[in-house]
């Protein structure tokens, strides 16, 4: 049941022209070379230090890596880290 909803999501989304990310909540990353890095969509945080910043999402995690870590804002769905970010994985649950 859930795939059908899934490709549901996905047809309409084609068919409607509607932008993917607010369709199928799917995360929007912006990132800003290695020093900003704009999250919108998430479902909150998990884990956060000077060096990482894990994010739940709806279908996984997201992992970012890197150093001198500050949160310049954060909102219920939306997040803006600073510092030097080396890394950034999606993990699957």
Not at 70 to 84: D, F, W, Y
């Amino acid at each position: 049941m859930k795939r059908i909803k899934q490709q549901m999501q996905s047809w309409m989304t084609k068919q409607l022209q509607l932008p993917a990310d607010v369709m199928m909540d799917l995360p929007r990353i912006t990132m800003i070379g290695q020093l900003h890095i704009y999250i919108e969509n998430h479902h909150g945080v998990l884990r956060f230090s000077n060096q990482e910043l894990r994010l739940l999402l709806k279908q996984g995690q997201l992992l970012i890596k890197g150093d001198h870590f500050v949160i310049k804002t954060i909102l219920p769905e939306e997040l803006l880290l600073e510092g030097r970010i080396d890394h950034v994985q999606f993990i699957h649950e």
